[in-house]
């Protein structure tokens, strides 16, 4: 029996190609990361190199992060949502939804625990056109997520559904906080900004109806004290997020609230690199009370440790 016939060696498809002296002496010199650090450092190298730019070292970066959080890092707490009540009458909460402006409304039944749906502000218009309207009727189906869940599984959860909003719960079921797909975008992309965001350095401070303040974070302390008749000084940061976070020793975190007198500071938007927007308002005289004692505290526990 003739021996089948064997082609010449590195001919066939499957053949690799033999890989050269200075290839194999590279690898030696320069192996590829074997861990996600590893990648980290490479692609931080090839930004300091000019390989890649800022931007997209960051948003690299942010995938790295979404893989790692869950809905109960990035969720707006159940304190800060912005929901209405199927039984209120229409023309009592539409100033509600202006104000806010948001493009989507938790709508709830007897308790915050019982989400009934979602209103699109949209379908507001059609109360001034039907007379037959009912809030109930324009209600989307609420989609409810634990804690725990992923926010790349979520992300992928949002583009198949075509969903724009999740209801977190708690392991009881109540519910946590709420998660929609630009909470998840930002943390790649960074903020996004929309209509009701801020245009150019003149709009940094916005005076909201209800006389509190949106202030950017980036807003330079200098302009803050002018606006405010404060004193703030800080030497290590130029910005009022700066100030925050030198004074915590850590990036504020979305809904956190911070008094540093004569001013009550709550962080309305934040991802896992920097604080955008700040929600301030004159510190009630309760609130200076309880930040003094807070700070007696901490200045005991220093000198207990020394």
């Given at each position: 029996?003739?021996?089948?016939?064997?082609?010449?060696?590195?001919?066939?498809?499957?053949?690799e190609?033999?890989?050269?002296?200075?290839?194999?002496?590279?690898?030696?010199?320069?192996p590829?990361?074997?861990?996600?650090?590893?990648?980290?450092?490479t692609?931080?190298?090839?930004?300091?190199?000019?390989?890649?730019?800022?931007?997209?070292?960051?948003?690299?970066?942010?995938?790295?992060?979404?893989?790692?959080?869950?809905?109960?890092d990035?969720?707006?707490?159940?304190?800060?949502?912005?929901?209405?009540?199927?039984?209120?009458?229409?023309?009592s909460?539409?100033?509600?939804?202006?104000?806010?402006?948001?493009?989507?409304?938790?709508?709830?039944?007897?308790?915050?625990?019982?989400?009934?749906?979602?209103?699109?502000?949209?379908?507001?218009?059609?109360?001034?056109?039907?007379?037959?309207?009912?809030?109930?009727?324009?209600?989307?189906?609420?989609?409810?997520?634990?804690?725990s869940?992923?926010?790349?599984?979520?992300?992928?959860?949002?583009?198949?559904?075509?969903?724009?909003?999740?209801?977190?719960?708690?392991?009881?079921?109540?519910?946590?906080g709420i998660?929609t797909?630009?909470?998840?975008?930002?943390?790649?992309?960074?903020?996004?900004?929309?209509?009701?965001?801020?245009?150019?350095?003149?709009?940094?401070?916005?005076?909201?109806p209800?006389?509190?303040?949106?202030?950017?974070?980036?807003?330079?302390?200098?302009?803050?004290?002018?606006s405010?008749?404060t004193?703030?000084?800080?030497?290590?940061?130029?910005?009022?997020?700066?100030?925050l976070?030198?004074?915590?020793?850590?990036?504020?975190?979305?809904?956190?609230?911070?008094?540093?007198?004569p001013?009550?500071?709550?962080?309305?938007?934040?991802?896992?690199?920097?604080?955008?927007?700040?929600?301030?308002?004159r510190?009630?005289?309760?609130?200076?009370?309880?930040?003094?004692?807070?700070?007696?505290?901490?200045?005991?526990?220093?000198?207990?440790?020394?």
């Amino acid at each position: 029996m003739n021996a089948p016939h064997q082609g010449k060696p590195g001919k066939g498809p499957a053949a690799e190609k033999p890989r050269s002296l200075l290839e194999r002496l590279s690898d030696l010199i320069s192996p590829e990361p074997e861990s996600r650090d590893e990648l980290l450092k490479t692609l931080q190298d090839a930004h300091a190199r000019n390989l890649i730019d800022a931007d997209a070292l960051s948003m690299i970066e942010g995938v790295f992060q979404v893989g790692e959080m869950c809905a109960r890092d990035i969720m707006v707490p159940r304190a800060q949502i912005d929901a209405i009540n199927v039984a209120d009458a229409v023309e009592s909460f539409m100033p509600f939804v202006q104000q806010t402006a948001h493009s989507r409304f938790p709508v709830y039944e007897g308790s915050r625990d019982n989400i009934i749906g979602i209103l699109l502000a949209k379908d507001l218009l059609r109360f001034y056109t039907d007379e037959d309207f009912d809030l109930r009727d324009m209600l989307r189906p609420a989609v409810f997520i634990p804690e725990s869940k992923r926010l790349n599984v979520l992300l992928r959860d949002f583009r198949g559904n075509r969903n724009h909003i999740a209801i977190v719960v708690d392991e009881y079921g109540g519910v946590a906080g709420i998660v929609t797909i630009e909470d998840v975008l930002e943390q790649i992309v960074g903020d996004i900004e929309d209509e009701y965001d801020f245009d150019d350095e003149a709009d940094n401070i916005f005076a909201t109806p209800d006389g509190k303040h949106r202030v950017r974070a980036l807003t330079e302390i200098e302009q803050f004290n002018a606006s405010f008749q404060t004193a703030y000084e800080d030497e290590a940061a130029d910005t009022v997020g700066g100030l925050l976070a030198n004074h915590l020793g850590r990036l504020p975190r979305r809904g956190e609230r911070v008094i540093l007198p004569p001013m009550a500071f709550e962080v309305l938007r934040a991802d896992a690199r920097q604080v955008h927007v700040l929600l301030v308002t004159r510190a009630t005289p309760a609130q200076l009370r309880a930040a003094e004692l807070q700070e007696r505290a901490a200045r005991e526990d220093e000198s207990g440790d020394a």
